[in-house]
Structure formats: structure tokens, C-alpha cells
């Protein structure tokens, strides 16, 4: 079964931690082992794995997309958000998380984000609990 959450940013571009939803859920599934996987039904948002120990980290990877592909750049895309979609393309739709004794299987300091980048606004993100 497919749950789908809605996400709401707040700012153009934002990293938000959705690292307890995404627990809760494999919780109530009591899926012991198995996999999780997310996907994001939009061209200028994403989800990605990273620290979310230090919030500098959300901050540094912000920074550095809107360095390496600036709003304001010369696109063809004439919506005004095509940095949008090229961060998105870059920080990719979905990822695979590992659940073991009915916890994702994260690093120490790893957590998952979802990836504003043309916000503010409220999206969705799907998620599946999959049994080994």
C-alpha cells in the first residue's frame, strides 16, 4: 500500500527533515525487515539522504546549488523556475531506505529531507513499506 504526506515549505528553496514521519509510518506498517522507498511527484522538489545533526549542512547545500545554478541564470524555460527543475533533476525523486528491527536503517547522523526548491508550498510525497 501506498501512504501519501503532504509536505509544507515555508522558503524558496529548503532542506526539511522528515526523518520521524518516515519512522512513524515504517512504524505503524510493523514491518520488521524490509525497505521503504519515497518518491516525490514533482519536477522542482526532491528527497535526499544527509547529517541532521549540524542545520549548517542544510544551509551549505542550499548555498551551494544557488551558486553552482543561480535563479536569475539565462534558461529557456520561460516559468522563472528552472533552477528549480535542474536541482531537482540533481538531488533525484526517490530513494530506498532499509528498515531493520522495524527501524530505518540510517547512519548515526544521517537523516532524510525533503527538498524544496521552488517553494513556498504544500507537495506530496509517497511512500512504501515493503516486506522482505
Same mark, same amino acid.
Given at each position: 500500500?501506498?501512504? $501519501?504526506?503532504?509536505?509544507k #515549505?515555508?522558503?524558496? @528553496?529548503?532542506?526539511? +527533515?522528515?526523518?520521524?514521519? /518516515?519512522?512513524?509510518?515504517?512504524?505503524?506498517?510493523a514491518?520488521?525487515?524490509?525497505?521503504v522507498?519515497?518518491?516525490?511527484?514533482? $519536477?522542482?522538489a526532491?528527497? #535526499?539522504?544527509?547529517? @541532521?545533526s549540524?542545520? +549548517?549542512?542544510?544551509?551549505? /547545500?542550499?548555498?551551494?546549488?544557488?551558486k553552482?545554478?543561480?535563479?536569475?541564470?539565462e534558461f529557456r524555460?520561460?516559468e522563472?523556475?528552472?533552477?528549480s527543475?535542474?536541482k531537482s533533476s540533481?538531488?533525484?525523486?526517490?530513494?530506498?531506505?532499509?528498515?531493520?528491527?522495524?527501524?530505518?536503517?540510517l547512519g548515526t547522523w544521517?537523516?532524510?529531507?525533503f527538498?524544496?526548491?521552488?517553494g513556498p508550498r504544500?507537495?506530496?510525497?509517497h511512500i512504501?513499506v515493503?516486506i522482505?
Open positions: 500500500m501506498i501512504k $501519501t504526506i503532504s509536505v #515549505t515555508s522558503q524558496r @528553496n529548503q532542506l526539511i +527533515d522528515i526523518t520521524s514521519e /518516515i519512522q512513524s509510518i515504517v512504524s505503524e506498517s514491518v520488521s525487515d524490509g525497505t522507498e519515497l518518491f516525490v511527484p514533482h $519536477t522542482t526532491a528527497v #535526499t539522504i544527509n547529517e @541532521n549540524d542545520p +549548517d549542512v542544510e544551509t551549505d /547545500i542550499n548555498t551551494f546549488l544557488e553552482l545554478i543561480p535563479q536569475n541564470s524555460h520561460a522563472g523556475n528552472s533552477d527543475h535542474l540533481l538531488v533525484g525523486p526517490g530513494l530506498r531506505v532499509f528498515i531493520s528491527n522495524g527501524r530505518l536503517l544521517q537523516g532524510i529531507y527538498c524544496e526548491f521552488d504544500t507537495r506530496k510525497l512504501k515493503l522482505d
